[in-house]
């Protein structure tokens, strides 16, 4: 018995992982690339709470969800994932938490968070 419903795999997403900038003067100015495209898995946003925080005097807002997808033992958590299921980059998520297993390696779970800074945006 799988550890995963086929129908919670909702969402087409993008794995990439970072690569650093080992220029003189690049620090801060890697770039990410390509892991795997076109990978279906669930995203379930956390129900919400205090999920603001100031840091260096400004304030983030975090946006918490549990992503779920079928195992991949390449996942580490310096990668993020960028939902493409309309067909454009939407939600960029870093992995804060996991991979763990589901099941038998049926499936891999993580812990995401996308920021934005909170306040008036206008």
């Known amino acids: 018995m799988s550890g995963l419903a086929r129908g919670e795999l909702d969402r087409l997403i993008r794995i990439e992982r970072p690569i650093a900038d080992e220029s003189f003067d690049g620090a801060g100015s890697g770039t990410w690339v390509l ?12 129900l919400p ?18 992503v779920r997808m079928d195992y991949r033992p390449h996942l580490t958590s310096d990668m993020r994932f960028v939902d493409i299921t309309d067909g454009v980059d939407g939600r960029v998520m870093q992995i804060v938490a996991g991979p763990a297993d589901i099941g ?11 920021y934005s800074t909170a306040g008036n945006h206008a």
């Open 35 to 46: 892991v795997e495209d076109n990978v279906w898995a669930g995203i379930k946003d956390v």
């Open 49 to 66: 709470s205090r999920a603001e925080r100031l840091a260096d005097g400004i304030t983030i807002a975090t946006r918490p969800a549990r």
């Open 104 to 114: 038998r390696r049926d499936g891999s779970e993580l812990m995401v968070e996308d």
